[in-house]
């Protein structure tokens, strides 16, 4: 089966601009999420999709990170403005049910200038 | 919240020998615990898992091991190879929300 699609893989951009982050998971998976992965460390979870409702959010920056998960299937994350420390690579990953085990893509690779 | 810690933070090993990754957890609420693998410039890939309601798993190389009442699990690499070289993380979850750990870089000296 086709893994988690992102796009696009590297993105530059300079402070207070905006930027948008593309998701497709797989194919009948119904739990979307994205993480945030700064280098050196793990991945910390920004936002749990269930079909095209929100879980958990409680980590999601919401004064400059939103994100949409429209018809329950593709899903984007908007960053707007970016700040320095938002220099990191955004991960998404879908599981075919909440708790199932997560797959991940290769994520968004975001440098702030 | 959950917390989770991993240790070492780097592991040297010779190829053909066994590796072993340790992770506590602070949350007794837990009741999943995958092992993902990320080589550089890819997303983490799950190699493992295990529920509360076992206490070790094996998938021909590699085992994980889960002690409940001490809130630790372990992951044991047998017979290293150098495609083994990678960050190996560890995370909890309950349920849903995964808590990495910081990670473990691994390498396998030939």
């Known amino acids: 089966e086709a893994g988690v699609a992102q796009s696009p893989r590297y993105k530059i951009i300079e402070k207070r601009q905006s930027v948008a982050f593309w998701c497709n998971p797989i194919?009948?998976?119904?739990?979307l999420y994205w993480y945030q992965q700064i280098l050196g460390q793990g991945p910390k979870l920004l936002i749990q999709?269930?079909?095209?409702?929100?879980?958990?959010d409680s980590q999601l920056p919401k004064d400059r990170f939103s994100a949409e998960r429209l018809k329950g299937v593709d899903s984007t994350l908007k960053i707007q403005p970016a700040k320095l420390e938002d220099s990191a690579v955004y991960l998404c990953?879908?599981?075919?049910?909440?708790?199932?085990?997560?797959?991940f893509g290769d994520g968004t690779r975001l440098s702030i200038l | 919240g959950e917390n989770v810690e991993q240790h070492p933070s780097t592991l040297s090993v010779q190829e053909g020998d066994s590796a072993v990754i340790k992770c506590t957890y602070s949350d007794s609420a837990s009741n999943y615990f995958p092992w993902y693998k990320q080589e550089l410039g890819k997303g983490p890939q799950l190699i493992i898992d295990?529920?509360?309601?076992?206490g070790e798993k094996k998938d021909q190389r590699i085992a994980v091991t889960l002690n409940k009442t001490a809130k630790h699990f372990s992951l044991h690499i047998t017979e290293t190879q150098p495609e083994d070289s990678a960050v190996y993380f560890c995370?909890?979850?309950?349920?849903?929300?995964?808590?990495f750990g910081s990670g473990t870089q691994l390498t396998v000296l030939p």
């Open positions: 999709f269930q079909n095209n409702g929100v879980v958990d």
């Open positions: 295990i529920r509360s309601n076992v």
């Open positions: 194919s009948g998976h119904a739990t």
């Open positions: 990953a879908s599981s075919l049910k909440e708790g199932g085990p997560q797959h």
């Open positions: 995370a909890a979850s309950n349920p849903g929300q995964l808590t």
